[in-house]
């Protein structure tokens, strides 16, 4: 007997549009943010250490509000409240920009705003039961999000002062939280499968090996981040239109692999997908660091953001899915999203700080080689076993 048509029912426009707002922030934040510090007078030292607090807070806050939303049941009221509390701290920026007062601000947003992302998943995948290949034809539309903002706003800053970032950030703040209120809480109620305990889960080598990998790839990250905008324009004369065009073209190709992540995950396993895209993001860091004098060059190491990023993500959530069943998946992302986005990305933004005025080419050069190390570990240990339910 089918379920009744309410039940199956997926709000596909819903769930998009949050994913939609919610990296127009990432994408108003990451190319802009930099550029926006420098123009307030502060140094590569210091956008890298404002820079790796937005990541740093993704450490603790996830796991916090993880562990809170699975024992609480109170998924969606996690989610909205952190998303309304985010805009109204960050709006704190408006009011001064001395350097103890934005990190002030930062770190308090941001304990908020990544409250709202790994519970979110769960939610998202509380709908798609039965049909997980779905997320990335959902998840997508977060790249778009991603490459509006970003390409909007390069047209826009070739006209208007990089003071106003400010308040396009705030703008999509409220809207992530507008989208939220729209939706019902669909995420699993009680443990299924595995009755493991968390800390029995995450003790497995292949988990350890995963959350390594991930933590790697993410520092490879941190200094394109970081400073990939202010690099094409400083280092080599490239306007806001043109690097806005370059994120978008990665983003672009983000889309496209999310697009047929369904028939790469049926077709291939998981393991190999993994060490292809590591191997792939390398290759990417060595091209913009010592070939960024070249468009063509710079053109094809965007496109290599569709495995740097697509794939990755796409085979990491899909590993958190199957490892951390019923109870445990709020506390599974969160623990993925702090160890990666978090722990990674706010270290190679600190590196990245350190080491930018001495030699960006260096700089890129190390992350490619703390994705090979990712390779290594993952070549070696990483080999999961994966309930098949993509269907």
């Known amino acids: 007997m089918s379920l009744p048509a309410a039940q199956t029912i997926i709000p596909y426009w819903r769930l998009s549009g949050f994913y939609f707002f919610y990296f127009a922030v990432v994408g108003t934040l990451i190319p802009y943010w930099g550029v926006y510090l420098k123009s307030l007078g502060y140094s590569s030292q210091d956008v ?7 990541l740093a807070t993704r450490i603790l806050a996830p796991n916090f509000w993880g562990w809170l939303a699975d024992h609480t049941r109170k998924r969606l009221r996690i989610i909205r409240y952190g998303s309304f509390l985010a805009a109204l701290i960050f709006a704190g920026v408006l009011l001064d920009q001395r ?12 304990f908020f705003w990544h409250a709202v992302l790994p519970q979110f998943e769960v939610i998202t995948l509380g709908y798609l039961s039965g049909n997980y290949h779905k997320y990335s034809q959902i998840r997508l539309w977060g790249s778009l999000g ?12 070739d006209v208007l002062p990089i003071r106003f970032l400010p308040l396009f950030i705030l703008s999509f703040l409220i809207l992530i939280w507008l989208s939220s209120l729209s ?8 443990n299924s499968g595995s009755s493991a305990g968390f800390l029995s889960i995450i003790s497995q080598p292949v988990m350890l090996c995963f ?3 991930s933590f790697l790839l993410q520092l490879s990250h941190g200094p394109y981040y970081t400073f990939y905008t202010l690099y094409l324009v400083e280092n080599y004369g490239y306007s806001s239109t043109a690097t806005g065009l370059l994120w978008a073209l990665g983003v672009l190709a983000e889309v496209a692999i999310f697009i047929v992540m369904p028939r790469l995950l049926r077709r291939f396993n998981l393991r190999h997908l993994f060490l292809f895209c590591l191997l792939m993001t390398a290759l990417r860091w060595m091209l913009i660091g010592y070939c960024a004098d070249s468009l063509i060059v710079l053109l094809m190491a965007q496109l290599l953001h569709a495995c740097s990023f697509g794939i990755a993500h ?12 019923g109870g445990h998946q709020g506390q599974g992302q969160a623990l993925y999203s702090s160890f990666s986005f ?9 590196i990245g700080g350190l080491l930018w005025d001495y030699s960006a080419s260096s700089t890129f050069l190390l992350s490619a080689l703390a994705s090979l190390l990712a390779f290594a570990i993952c070549y070696r240990w990483l080999y999961p076993v994966i309930e098949n339910e993509a269907g």
């Open 314 to 325: 796409s085979v990491s959530i899909e590993l958190v899915r199957n490892y951390f069943k």
């Open 183 to 190: 939706l019902q809480d669909k995420s699993t109620t009680k």
């Open 48 to 54: 890298g250490i404002i820079s790796a607090i937005i």
């Open 342 to 350: 978090g722990a990674g990305g706010a270290t190679g933004a600190l």
């Open 146 to 157: 991603f490459m509006s903002a970003v390409i909007g706003l390069g047209l826009v800053f």
């Open 99 to 110: 350097y103890g007062w934005l990190v002030l601000v930062v770190s308090c947003y941001t």
């Open 211 to 213: 959350l390594a990998a």
